[in-house]
């Protein structure tokens, strides 16, 4: 068991050199939100934009795509053609605000033509525990990103932290998957046993979208070809140290938006150039 | 009759601490708007996440979703599932930007749904002011947030200050609700008879919208878990402390928008972690 | 002639004292927009609120209601009634956006209904000019806010400066109206002749948007109670001094938006509680 | 070859001079965006009124028209007659979001119907290579800013460095247009054969939407009457430096919008009254 610190993060970064353009820093793909729940997949796809992604796409139902024009013009949303080439996408993130009545067969095809790592989150998992078959099409190394109650629908009920623990370990080796269990401290599981327990963030993070914003960084820095496991890490802390940040000067008052923009000062104070 | 101030204040609030989620800190759902006046709700429901709720749902005209879901993406729309399930919410706010036209049975319905104290504002007091056989529907420890005319709408035109002191207790006392009646000494009314007066606040606060957002703290702290007279406290003092600092660098030029995002100066301020 | 400074205007404003409420503050009306120039409203709208306004409502085609509903949730968007109603309204801000192609027997209708002054910009007074029978029923007292072009439509080419300052007095005297001609030194002249010259305000504020703002204010002070003179120099100068505070940073750079946020820097400079 | 420098570039700019109306600042078309991918003319528009521009068209697809209006109140939507009457726009600039599906006879109309240098980026340069009679019709002077890939789409593979540099000429001088050709270091190319190279900006600028930004800031120098060299010699350097500004306390987390807000930074920086 290891316990995350800021010192542990730098060396896991990719740099950002000068002679860049914005493909380098990857195109990634949020898919998420139904009518009423799209504010999900903007805080998601800002939280991208924020962490460093060069592109970010978004797919949410087409009545609902002035949501994130608006509120993320730098976004850009899918259209079916870019669907059907999932492929140029660097990294998914699926799941944020997506509802229980998705149509199954969409997300079964998703996950069947998707061979990279992919983050899945919200009800991305509630639909894993819903239709367990969907579970095995999940690739290999992609990062699950359940809060407690979600993951105990995975896996049914836990009697307590140590047993929650194995369960994790029992899971992530089981589907060869990347497990970030959130909670007050946030765990990082890996297939092969591995468990990292990040030390940043604070109570004031305990507030809605705070998840949405995690998984889009998840989803930056996979796209930005960080290897699964470095990703989890850098987006946990990094996130963790954002609602430090933003909370300094709002206490309970900081929401998830707070977050996203304090992203820059995480990086600014670990010294993540 | 007491006089209120924020060393009085600190005492009534419950602390957020280290090992929590944001389920503890309240799922509420604010129901208001019509056409053309979402922009309450929106202001509602931003009040109601800057003063701490974990979870913010809304209720509005469909066609009017996008308001809330631009304006404040850490907000759900609530669909009709869970406007069936009301006991999910930890506390309502009810009546902001509502209009006249609503669809009284639906209101109706929902005060002999919902079994627990909810709060009160704007058109929702109007309605109970033009069907008074709703307002014995009322839940016990229900909060009321009338201004003055809204007040008056209600118990018949007042003749000066003590008689409506004396309306208010004898109103509170019958209904067995909380009355917090808004004006430039705000007091709030139990049915015990108690009166508290509120020292914060200026007149700058006396702007489009001002009401909105207090409706908006009152229900975040029931939602909190506060009992009805200290999220009633607790609400109008922060909302006049929030006023107050908003307007020390804006004077008359201060609009609702600015005393939302003062909230969280108003927890710095008086040392509310 | 009278050259306008800040010591002029401390003392033409009205205080805003404790014992207040929103309706002290004046409800005033903006009335434009049309498909794709609804921005013009909600700068106007914006910028009454920043000067003060206790209500500020709008009219807008109802497919626009989304733009000021999101970016401005404090305004309200009239509806029916309350345009029938034209007299609850203590001053209208009449044409931002509107377009040429406005329905002329609402315009009409508009002037018939409404008794008090009011204040004309932009396509409200280009309607004037096509529609010259439509002056006679302006109220008189009212505010028309012509830029140069806007004035020659309605008084014929100008040959130079002091045949402007002559036609606008002729202009006024004749229609018993006040007159702000906007330009590098915006005057203001009234019904018996006086000119009052502007000294606050600069070059950049050559913006899109700025007379949006203008009207705004003027319509936000005659709301407040201010004779009509007043009201246009208080708004005339308080929009150059804001264009000033806003422009210090930002040069070249400074838009429409930045002049409203530095409307209550304005206030503050010049002391105005 | 010219290297640019800050120095070099404060002769090139136009004066704001006291005496002087929003006209006198250029009034600029940006024509893009279709469904989903209408951000890209919003950071244009905004991008085009920070750098002075006095009136800010846009012509998206008539449903997208709010996310314009939301999001710069202060930009007008072109209307059929304005687009019939195109000779009123002292500069256009056609591309941003426009995507492939475009009515390829009305860009064609357009680049013969508009008589002055024009700005294309993005779509409207793809389209450009898979039409390529329409590059014959653009009006000379004009500018395009491709990035590499677009380049390449234009003049076929590209072995070296130098290769492109080479090629950049051939095409400015066969087709009598400026190309900046967007990269590490920006090159400029004369239709004369001169080049010059940016020295501002930096990696942090690699992130979506900066390309918007760039061809808003580029329409706007030249709707204000900047030859076109000059044009782009000032947007080049101005949104590099307001890249290096943004990026300052943002690092790797700046993104498009940052770098509009710094715009008038940069001209702060360079003493650009």
Redesign the interface.
């Known amino acids: 068991r290891y316990f995350l610190t800021g010192d542990d993060l730098k060396s896991l970064h990719l740099t950002?050199?000068?002679?860049?353009?914005?493909g380098?820093?990857g195109k990634v793909l949020l898919i998420g939100g139904s009518?009423?729940?799209?504010?999900?997949v903007?805080?998601a796809s800002k939280a991208a934009?924020?962490?460093?992604?060069?592109?970010?796409f978004a797919l949410v139902p087409?009545d609902?795509?002035?949501?994130l024009?608006?509120?993320?013009?730098?976004?850009?949303?899918?259209?079916q053609d870019e669907i059907k080439g999932l492929q140029i996408f660097d990294a998914l993130g699926v799941g944020p605000?997506w509802g229980q009545e998705i149509d199954i067969s969409f997300y079964e095809s998703l996950l069947k033509r998707y061979h990279k790592p992919l983050v899945i989150d919200a009800d991305g998992l509630n639909l894993l525990s819903a239709h367990p078959r969907l579970i095995e099409l999940v690739p290999n190394g992609s990062i699950l990103t359940p809060?407690?109650k979600e993951f105990e629908r995975m896996t049914g009920k836990v009697d307590h932290h140590l047993d929650r623990l194995q369960k994790a370990r029992d899971f992530s080796e089981k589907h060869n998957v990347y497990l970030v269990l959130k909670?007050?401290f946030t765990s990082i599981t890996c297939p092969d046993g591995r468990q990292f327990f990040n030390s940043s963030g604070?109570?004031?993070m305990?507030?809605?979208?705070?998840g949405d914003v995690l998984t889009g960084m998840v989803t930056s820095f996979l796209g930005q070809g960080y290897p699964p496991l470095n990703a989890a890490l850098c987006a946990v802390y990094h996130h963790g140290l954002a609602g430090e940040l933003a909370s300094e000067?709002?206490?309970?008052?900081?929401?998830?938006?707070d977050i996203i923009e304090s992203?820059?000062?995480s990086?600014?104070k670990l010294g993540?150039?």
């Open positions: 950002f050199n000068r002679f860049s353009h914005k380098d820093y009518k009423g729940k799209v504010g999900a903007l805080l934009l924020r962490t460093g992604s060069g592109l970010v087409e609902e795509r002035l949501i024009q608006i509120g993320a013009p730098e976004v850009i949303l899918a259209n605000g809060h407690i909670g007050q604070n109570q004031y305990a507030t809605a979208g705070s000067t709002r206490l309970r008052g900081t929401i998830a938006g992203i820059p000062a990086f600014l993540i150039a």
